[in-house]
Nanobody, 124 residues
Framework: QVQLVESGGGLVQPGGSLRLSCAAS????????MGWYRQAPGNQRELVAI???????KYADSVEGRFTISRDNAKNTVDLQMNSLKPEDTAAYYC??????????????????WGQGTQVTVSS
């Protein structure tokens, strides 16, 4: 079994900051890409930021320069530092990871896993 657990969402005023954290746990062999997606009501889920195991990152144009993704491969965690938040950043944020897991002596091909989501609301 593999789980992704997010924390750090909440209510913040425009211009403020929040830090989201996600920890992967379970019978993990290795993790490829880890990242964050978001989904606002009525919208499709969209990529916010993603980081490869080697440390290369990619951001949505709308958050470039304001958000920073980081990960700790030893701890299987990924964080998202969000600065200069705007009302349009309001959404449910989901952690995503491509994880290779084991069950006994069986190692499975990498599979996409999602966290349960954490709400970020930017409002005055």
């Amino acid at each position: 079994q593999v789980q992704l657990v997010e924390s750090g969402g909440g209510l913040v005023q425009p211009g403020g900051s929040l830090r989201l954290s996600c920890a992967a746990s379970g019978s993990i062999v290795s993790i490829n890409d880890m990242g964050w997606y978001r989904q606002a009501p009525g919208n499709q889920r969209e990529l916010v930021a993603i980081m490869t195991r080697g440390g290369r990152s990619k951001y949505a144009d709308s958050v470039e320069g304001r958000f920073t993704i980081s990960r700790d491969n030893a701890k299987n965690t990924v964080d998202l530092q969000m600065n200069s938040l705007k009302p349009e950043d309001t959404a449910a944020y989901y952690c995503n990871a491509e994880i290779k897991r084991r069950s006994g002596s069986v190692i499975y091909a990498p599979t996409n896993y999602w966290g349960q989501g954490t709400q970020v609301t930017v409002s005055s």
